[in-house]
């Protein structure tokens, strides 16, 4: 009911940046949380950014002046800057509906020289 297009990932190199873009569609509310994730191999997927339905806006601390998420209706938007190799990682754009998470497909994003 609820889809989720993603948008913007691919290879960048170190310090460059990156803006990824999600839309959601089907949505029962306008404003919805929304935000986004990112797992590496190996690692426990991780909360990113995201964005309440009432605008408040959380960065998490390990990308904080770097990454920045702004929404317009029912799109978000992550400005990723000075990319690290760290970054690396796939990142899925979710949709919070009443504590149901629904997801994208995931866009891989790739910090390498």
């Known amino acids: 009911q609820v889809q989720l297009v993603e948008s913007g990932g691919g290879l960048v190199q170190p310090g460059g940046s990156l803006r990824l873009s999600c839309e959601a569609s089907g949505s029962i509310f ?42 317009e209706g029912n ?14 990682a796939v990142y899925s754009c979710y949709e919070d509906s009443s504590g149901y998470l629904y997801w994208g497909r995931g866009t891989q994003v790739t910090v390498s020289s």
Request: no cysteine.
């Open 30 to 71: 306008r404003n919805i949380d929304m935000g986004w994730y990112r797992q590496a191999p190996g690692l426990q997927r991780e909360l990113v950014a995201s964005v309440s339905g009432g605008g408040v806006t959380y960065v998490a601390d390990v990308v904080k002046g770097r990454f920045t998420i702004a929404r």
């Open 75 to 88: 799109t978000v938007n992550l400005q990723m800057n000075s990319l690290k190799p760290e970054d690396t």
